[in-house]
T-cell receptor, first 115, second 116 residues
Framework: GENVEQHPSTLSVQEGDSAVIKCTYS??????FPWYKQELGKGPQLIID?????GEKKDQRIAVTLNKTAKHFSLHITETQPEDSAVYFC??????????????FGTGTQLKVEL | GAVVSQHPSRVICKSGTSVKIECRSL??????MFWYRQFPKQSLMLMAT?????????EQGVEKDKFLINHASLTLSTLTVTSAHPEDSSFYIC????????????FGAGTRLSVL
């Protein structure tokens, strides 16, 4: 699959602060970049995604930015709340022209929002 | 978003027995479903891709005779772990992709398998 690197592996922030998680990928043909949130014992939940024809997408407190030249994309969470505490995964498609069907996941970031 | 139901959520079995896990897309037709395995504190690893009406495609290192996949309809895929052993204990997660939603995968809640 793709080579996907995700940083940091753990992130601790104070409630109300912002959190940023970054992913880098290797295949320049990739054109779809989702972020998933996984709570303990549950399956991943798609929280935001972006396609390569735009550089930024925002949904309330969550935003994703994409730099195709540098082959990295980032998740931004503003005004963090305790319920944002979870593991976040980026993913990149592989397996065909334009990215294909299959997803390679990053290594995950454990976000902890402290009161 | 689209809903994917996975059942059971938890199963405990004896070594040597087989376990079947179901994955259903509830409000859309899934031409493609995926099966992942996740070990504690690790990322999701793709095991196989399941297309309706055809044989599953397995990732390198995944034994197709060990992990039987059936995708008999556009809303149901099953994963059977045959002759399960303790090393098969893991969190198994399915996802489904609608034909019109390019690349977007929706995940089930996962199945925690514990083999004694």
């Amino acid at each position: 699959g793709e080579n996907v690197e995700q940083h940091p592996s753990t992130l601790s922030v104070q409630e109300g602060d912002s959190a940023v998680i970054k992913c880098t990928y290797s295949d320049s043909a990739s054109n779809y970049f989702p972020w998933y949130k996984q709570e303990l014992g549950k399956g991943p939940q798609l929280i935001i995604d972006i396609r390569s024809n735009v550089g930024e997408k925002k949904d309330q407190r969550i935003a994703v930015t994409l730099n195709k030249t540098a082959k990295h994309f980032s998740l931004h969470i503003t005004e963090t709340q305790p319920e944002d505490s979870a593991v976040y995964f980026c993913a990149v498609p592989f397996g065909g022209t334009g990215g294909g069907n299959k997803l390679t996941f990053g290594t995950g970031t454990q976000l902890k929002v402290e009161l | 978003g689209a809903v994917v139901s996975q059942h059971p959520s938890r199963v405990i079995c004896k070594s040597g027995t087989s376990v079947k896990i179901e994955c259903r897309s509830l409000d859309f037709q899934a031409t493609t479903m995926f099966w992942y395995r996740q070990f504690p504190k690790q990322s999701l690893m793709l095991m196989a891709t399941s297309n309706e009406g055809s044989k599953a495609t397995y990732e390198q290192g995944v034994e197709k005779d060990k992990f039987l996949i059936n995708h008999a309809s556009l809303t149901l895929s099953t994963l059977t772990v045959t002759s399960a052993h303790p090393e098969d204990s893991s969190f198994y997660i399915c996802s489904a992709k609608a034909e019109e939603a390019k690349n977007i995968q929706y995940f089930g809640a996962g199945t925690r398998l514990s083999v004694l």
